[in-house]
Structure formats: structure tokens, C-alpha cells
């Protein structure tokens, strides 16, 4: 991401905001969309399957959800998230989805516009975040009436495109293509601001009457100053705790980039932040020797690229790709389809239950179905047992491993499987528990497994261990609001940490936190984070009394 030295801002006196979102992707559009006036209601002509939730629900018909007891109504449900907010709706919008079924929704949208809290939608791209930047031919993971956001049927924005009774899968343009015109469609446009980058956001305390520095100026984390325009400001970091009174305030700086890449700073007070960032933004790395260097990647395009540009080719030596999800599955199939040979690693046992191919219906996933049944058929061990005079050679680790280095050829036969039909890629082979020791100068990769190494001379690797957030904009990245605040922020390992059924984070009164920041990585349940932040901002606002508008944002 370009940085920029913010050395003069647009306005003397930026304004305030209630609520400024980061992020543009499905979690912040959901979330512009609750607090733009659009309410849930009962549609009082269905009937929920679950008999208990749906009591609850008639003995509150006459109230949105927003304004309901979300504790109360998520106790007892069970689903595919952790979150009980992101189940909740889950099973509100599509009921009984994880047996099969589709029934309809037991929403229905009301808007009052006298309900609309003013906000902005800061995102680097047009609406739809990081699917715009996605491989439009692959096939997403979830249904694509599971990617649909409220008020609007993904199939009418798709012409009723089906590709199959058992399949109704979409691709990343598809998807992103819906996003983009929900936007429109639900009049959110007002609320968004395209092509903006934070680059900063810290919190600034409101003093007692009376009190602050001078001129009205407030002091950052950082201990710069800022000209605030609205009262006195006392900046103590994170120690300031909100006094009941809306004592805090966050600053958020960045820029926006223009026609001819200019970027144009800006400035906004908001009393409440929402991190909707995602989690795409930094690749995991090993950690291992040699991972910088020129043919060692971190994103499955990087392959497609080089297949593209003629690269790669069936006599190229092996790609090596790391990882047991479905991104290094969708490089396996990119890989054998080009009939590229491929050496897949990974640090998992075959039978963990927690590797995603044994979460997957087969008749949904046939493909990663059949990259899993690779994985299996086609172990080292299996191609080893094969054609003994080809496998490739173990070695002590305390043998050199440069002169022990396997030839190109040994990988072209030894790739052979005897037991492969011809669905499968012969030349595949897996290297089940074990994991990468270091990269060479010369494309050779040293692999670990069972106490002996293994040596091979590779053309490219691709390192696909999952993605990590980049938090950059936060003081210490915001490491401190984890669950465990001595190691950075993961969605699997460390999300952040908030309150379950409002989404404000533990530590940090004000600052949201949303999809998979918190665990939540699929579109069906990030939604719930949406739910949480609008009804806990709605009760938060009309608690204080303050007026509601549904005014326009013309703050950048």
C-alpha cells in the first residue's frame, strides 16, 4: 500500500462523524445498510423451523430486531460460527441451510429514514473490497444465495444464473458484480467514499469542561496536535477511558486518490470506528530461509502469471506449493491442469479432521475432492513404493544437502502414480507432515519430514498458509486487542477481541471489529457482525438522545 507524508489537510477543522467504517466489502456494505433506516421485522407470513426461536420471535413482532435482546434470541442456536449474533441472523436469512434446505427469509425490511445515523464507508476500491481483485474463474466456496445481502436476491442480480440443481456456486465476478450493485440498488452510495486509504487512526480524549490545550487543540497517541475545532481535548492514549459522556474521539487521517494518482489528504473525528478491513491483506510467511527470494510467492496469481507468460510448461521443473487449504488446493488445479509437475506440502496429517476438505459436501466441492483424494493416493511414500529406483532421495540432516539435490527427470517419473485413473494428475505428488527448511540461490527447497530431509530443485514456490490482517493504521498494529496481546492479530490463532453480541472491542470503547478480524471469514455469518454493531449503536444513540437524520455525508 503507497504511504503518504500528510504534511497539509484539506480542512482547518475536520468534522465528526458518528461512525466511520474502514472497509467496503460485504461487511462494511451490510453494515452501511443497517444504519441507513433499514430495519428487520418478523414477516409475520412465515413460520421459523425452529419452533423455540420462533416464539420469541412472534412475542416480539412489533419490534425490529435491531432492538431486541440479541442474547436472549441466540440462546440455544447452533451453527457453523462461533459467534452466536452471526448464527442468529445466519439462521433468520436462511433457515436450516446447514441440513439442505432453502426457505425463504423470516425478515422483512422496513425503512425509516428517521433512523438513518450518519456514517462513511472509507475503501480502497469501489464497493465489493477484496473480491474485486479475485481470480474471476474459479468458483467461490459458499452458495451464492449465501453471499447475498439483505434486501436484495442474488439471483435477480444475476439473472437467475444456476449452474446446476446441486450447484449453485458463482464466481468472484459474479460476486463482485452483485456487491457493487447492491450499492446502488439500496441507495447506499451516499455513504461511500472510493479509493481512500487509512494510514492512520488514534484515539483523542475529551477533557473536563474547562480543561484541554489550548486553542481547542487535542493531542494524538503520538503525542502530535491536532486543531480539533470542537473543544478541548486531552490526548492519554489508550489509558482514556470513555467517562460516559462521549469523552472519546477517534482521529482518522489517510488520503484519497484522484484522477492522475494524486492523493489528497484528509481528516475525520468519529466517535465510533468499525475495522471491516478483512483479512487479505498480508500473506502468512514461514519465517524460513530463502522465502525473499525472486521465485518464492505468496499468491496463487503469481502462477497463473507465469503459466500465462510461458514460464512454466510440462518440462519446467517442479512448482513446490505449501499448504493444506483451499487456496494451495486451487494452485494444485491450476498447476495440473497446465500439466506443470507439482510437489505439495504440508504440515497436516491426512486424517485431521480439521483440514477444510473434510468440511466440504463432495457433490458440491468435486474439485477439491479430488485434489484431496490426490493428497492421499499420491504420497511420497505411495510414489516411493511405486517406483523405488526413481523416488527421491532421504538424506541425514546432518548429510550435505547439496550434492544429494533430486534431478528433474527423477521428478517427472517418480510423479507416476500406479493406483491414478485418469481423473487424477499424475504428475502430483504430496508430502504429508512436513514442512519447508529453507530456499536456495539455485531453486533448491530442503524439506523436513518423519527426522530426514528431503532436497529438490524447483522452479517456483508458492507459499499459501492463509492471510493475515494489516493493521498498520493502529498503534502496534493493533496487537494489544487480541486475545492474547503478546502475539500479532491472526483470525484463526489471535482475533481481535470483542464483546459477542456488539462486536466493540474489549479493550478499546468505540472501536468495532468485524468479519474475519474476529473469526468470522465467510459472507453467510459476517453478516452477523453487521447486526451486533448496528443495534448496539442504535441503543447507544438513542440512549443519549441525540438526533438521527438521514442527512447527506459530504465530509471529503
Not at 21 to 40: T, V
Not at 271 to 277: L, R
Request: aromatic share 8%.
Amino acid at each position: 500500500m503507497p504511504l503518504l507524508e500528510e504534511t497539509t489537510l484539506p480542512q482547518e477543522h475536520p468534522p465528526t462523524l458518528p461512525v466511520v467504517i474502514i472497509g467496503n466489502g460485504p461487511s462494511g456494505i451490510c453494515l452501511s445498510y443497517l444504519l441507513s433506516g433499514y430495519k428487520p421485522y418478523l414477516d409475520t407470513g412465515t413460520v421459523h423451523p425452529n419452533p423455540i426461536l420462533y416464539r420469541k420471535l412472534q412475542d416480539t413482532k412489533h419490534l425490529p430486531i435491531t432492538e431486541q435482546d440479541l442474547e436472549y434470541l441466540s440462546e440455544g442456536l447452533e451453527g457453523r460460527s462461533r459467534n452466536p449474533v452471526a448464527v442468529l441472523f445466519d439462521t433468520l436469512l436462511h433457515p436450516n441451510a446447514d441440513f439442505g434446505y432453502e426457505f425463504p427469509p423470516v425478515l422483512q425490511w422496513r425503512r425509516d429514514k428517521q433512523q438513518h445515523i450518519p456514517h462513511l464507508v472509507l475503501g480502497r476500491a469501489t464497493p465489493g473490497g477484496a473480491w474485486h481483485a479475485m481470480e474471476g474463474s474459479m468458483l467461490t466456496i459458499s452458495l451464492g444465495i449465501w453471499m447475498e445481502l439483505p434486501g436484495v436476491n442474488y439471483r435477480d442480480l444475476t439473472n437467475g444464473k444456476r449452474r446446476d440443481v446441486t450447484n449453485d456456486r458463482a464466481t468472484p465476478e459474479e460476486i463482485s458484480s452483485y456487491y457493487r450493485n447492491y450499492v446502488k440498488l439500496m441507495g447506499l452510495q451516499k455513504n461511500f467514499v472510493d479509493n481512500t486509504y487509512v494510514t492512520s487512526v488514534q484515539k483523542l480524549c475529551r477533557g473536563h469542561e474547562g480543561e484541554g490545550l489550548e486553542n481547542g487543540h487535542m493531542e494524538r497517541e503520538d503525542g502530535g496536535v491536532v486543531d480539533g475545532g470542537n473543544g478541548g481535548f486531552e490526548g492519554t492514549g489508550v489509558e482514556c477511558e470513555d467517562n460516559g459522556g462521549g469523552g472519546a474521539l477517534w482521529e482518522v487521517r489517510g488520503y484519497q486518490r484522484v484522477q492522475n494518482d494524486t492523493h489528497v489528504p484528509f481528516s475525520l473525528f468519529a466517535e465510533n470506528v468499525v475495522m471491516a478491513t478483512g483479512a487479505s491483506d498480508s500473506p502468512a510467511r514461514l519465517g524460513v530461509e530463502g522465502e525473499e527470494l525472486p521465485f518464492v510467492f505468496h499468491s496463487i496469481s503469481d502462477l497463473g502469471l507465469a503459466v500465462s507468460r510461458s514460464k512454466l510448461d510440462p518440462n519446467s521443473d517442479p512448482v513446490l506449493i505449501v499448504g493444506a487449504g483451499l487456496s494451495a488446493a486451487d494452485a494444485v488445479l491450476c498447476a495440473c491442469n497446465s500439466n506443470i509437475t507439482v510437489l505439495h506440502v504440508f504440515r497436516k496429517n491426512l486424517d485431521d479432521p480439521d483440514l477444510i476438505f473434510k468440511q466440504l459436501p463432495k457433490t458440491l466441492y468435486p474439485e477439491y475432492h479430488k485434489v484431496y483424494h490426490m493428497m492421499c493416493s499420491q504420497t511420497h511414500t505411495s510414489v516411493a513404493a511405486s517406483s523405488a529406483p526413481n523416488r527421491p532421495q532421504t538424506v541425514s540432516i546432518a548429510s550435505s544437502v547439496c550434492a544429494k539435490m533430486c534431478s528433474k527427470s527423477q521428478h517427472a517419473t517418480s510423479n507416476m502414480a500406479a493406483n491414478g485413473g485418469s481423473n487424477l494428475f499424475t504428475d502430483y505428488t504430496s508430502f504429508p507432515e512436513h514442512c519447508v527448511v529453507s530456499f536456495q540461490a539455485d531453486k533448491k527447497c530442503l524439506l523436513q519430514g518423519n527426522n530426514t530431509l528431503k532436497a529438490f530443485k524447483i522452479s517456483m514456490a508458492l507459499v499459501l498458509i492463509g492471510t493475515n490482517p494489516n493493521l498498520f493504521f493502529l498503534k502496534g498494529q493493533g496487537q494489544y486487542l487480541g486475545l492474547d496481546p503478546a502475539k500479532p492479530i491472526s483470525c484463526k490463532q489471535n482475533p481481535i477481541d470483542i464483546h459477542p453480541y456488539t462486536f466493540e472491542c474489549t479493550k478499546e470503547p468505540g472501536l468495532f471489529a468485524m468479519g474475519p478480524l474476529m473469526g468470522d471469514n465467510f459472507v453467510r455469518f459476517l453478516k452477523g457482525g453487521a447486526l451486533g454493531i448496528a443495534s448496539c449503536l442504535l441503543k447507544k444513540f438513542k440512549k443519549k438522545g441525540m438526533l438521527i437524520s438521514n442527512g447527506g455525508n459530504n465530509f471529503i
